[in-house]
């Protein structure tokens, strides 16, 4: 392919990009760091799931799972967790 292409296929065609990745505080994904950020504004599960365009249900397993990554029992205690990380990445 590359000879028909008249490219050199002793060399790679493209660069491999570096694989960067933001550290995401307490191990969660992007999505349940996206959900703590928004139980630190406040929101409720129907709220949360209206932003993000997701059913209630899914963003009530979101923040199940956030509570257990984090060892955490309340919403309350992700909210406070979340404003304190966001005011560390800052």
């Known amino acids: 392919m590359a000879a028909a292409l008249g490219q050199d296929s ?4 493209a660069t491999p990009l570096p694989n960067v990745h933001p550290t995401i505080p307490g191990g969660l994904t992007r999505r ?7 139980l630190g504004e406040g929101l409720s599960n129907k709220e949360i799931a209206a ?3 997701i059913s209630r249900r899914t963003a009530e397993a979101h923040v199940e799972n956030i ?5 955490f029992t309340s ?6 967790w979340a404003i304190d990380q966001h005011g560390r990445r800052n």
């Open 67 to 71: 509570l257990t990554k984090l060892g």
């Open 75 to 80: 919403r309350t205690q992700v909210t406070s």
């Open 10 to 13: 002793a060399r790679p065609s």
């Open 51 to 53: 932003r993000l365009v």
């Open 32 to 38: 349940q760091w996206e959900i703590a950020q928004l």
